[in-house]
C-alpha cells in the first residue's frame, strides 16, 4: 500500500492540528495502521496505531491528547493532536502494516509500508 501524508505545519503550545494519511489499494481495511514520529536525534517511536478492528494503541507521552483514527472507505487515518507541546515537535510518518499483534505494533520492524513524512513543530 502506498501512503501520503499531510497536515504537518507549525503551531503554538497548547494548539491542535489534525494530520491525515491517505492510502491506496482495495485492502486498506485490512491494515494495522499506525503514526511514528521522529526528532532530531532521536529514535523512531510510535505514537498511535489502529488495527483493522478499531483497537488502538497510544504511547504513554500523548495518550489523553491524541487521537488516531481510521476512515475505510476513504482509505485514510487521522491523527488528531491536541494540547500540543513543543516536544511534540518532530517528522511524523504513517505506516501500515497486515497480520501483526501485540508488542509488534509497538516496533518501528513490524511495518512494511511507510509514508513520507510531514513535519510538526511546535513553539513555546
Known amino acids: 500500500v502506498q501512503l501520503q501524508a499531510s497536515g504537518g505545519g507549525l503551531v503554538q503550545a497548547g494548539g491542535f492540528r489534525r494530520l491525515s494519511c491517505a492510502a491506496s489499494g482495495r485492502t486498506f481495511s485490512t491494515y494495522v495502521m499506525a503514526w511514528f514520529r521522529q526528532a532530531p536525534g532521536k529514535q523512531r517511536e510510535l505514537v498511535a496505531a489502529i488495527t483493522s478492528a478499531g483497537i488502538t494503541n497510544y504511547a504513554v507521552s500523548v495518550k489523553d491528547r491524541f487521537t488516531i483514527s481510521r476512515d475505510n472507505p476513504k482509505n485514510t487515518v487521522y491523527l488528531q493532536m491536541n494540547s500540543l507541546k513543543p516536544e511534540d515537535t518532530a517528522v511524523y510518518y504513517c505506516?501500515?502494516?497486515?497480520?501483526?499483534?501485540?508488542?509488534?505494533?509497538?516496533?518501528?520492524?513490524?511495518?512494511?509500508?511507510w509514508g513520507q513524512g510531514t513535519q510538526v513543530t511546535v513553539s513555546s
Open positions: 505506516a501500515a502494516a497486515r497480520n501483526i499483534g501485540g508488542l509488534g505494533i509497538f516496533r518501528s520492524g513490524s511495518y512494511s509500508d
